[in-house]
Nanobody
Framework: QVQLVESGGGLVQAGGSLRLSCVAS????????MGWFRQAPGKEREFVAA????????YYADSVKDRFTISRDNTKNTVILQMNSLKPEDTAVYYC????????????????????WGQGTQVTVSS
């Protein structure tokens, strides 16, 4: 089993920044591909960003490209989502997710392909 704990959410004005962290425990972190998803009220959970086992490749949703950056530190079992230039439409609960092993093709963007999930952290961007 893997436990994922997110932190760093909060309330910020449009144009501001937040840094989300997700700490993993219970399994060798370097064997986990990691992703961030978000879910706004009344909407489906959507892909935000993903990073491969060693951090060599990163992937982003078009809506956050050039504003968000995903990174990982395998020595600290941590994945980070740095969010800049936040917009009101970024308001959502953000979830950290982990997948055992490598991503296959573009599976990184599909929530059912992930094996473990955190409890979520609320991000609210005011206009």
């Amino acid at each position: 089993q893997v436990q994922l704990v997110e932190s760093g959410g909060g309330l910020v004005q449009a144009g501001g920044s937040l840094r989300l962290s997700c700490v993993a425990s219970g399994r060798t972190f370097s064997n986990l591909s990691m992703g961030w998803f978000r879910q706004a009220p009344g909407k489906e959970r959507e892909f935000v960003a993903a990073i491969t086992l060693t951090g060599g490749m990163t992937y982003y949703a078009d809506s956050v490209k050039d504003r968000f950056t995903i990174s990982r530190d395998n020595t600290k079992n941590t994945v980070i989502l740095q969010m800049n230039s936040l917009k009101p439409e970024d308001t959502a609960v953000y979830y950290c997710a982990a997948k055992r092993g490598y991503y296959s093709g573009n599976y990184y963007k599909y929530a059912p392909r992930y094996d473990y999930w955190g409890q979520g952290t609320q991000v609210t961007v005011s206009s």
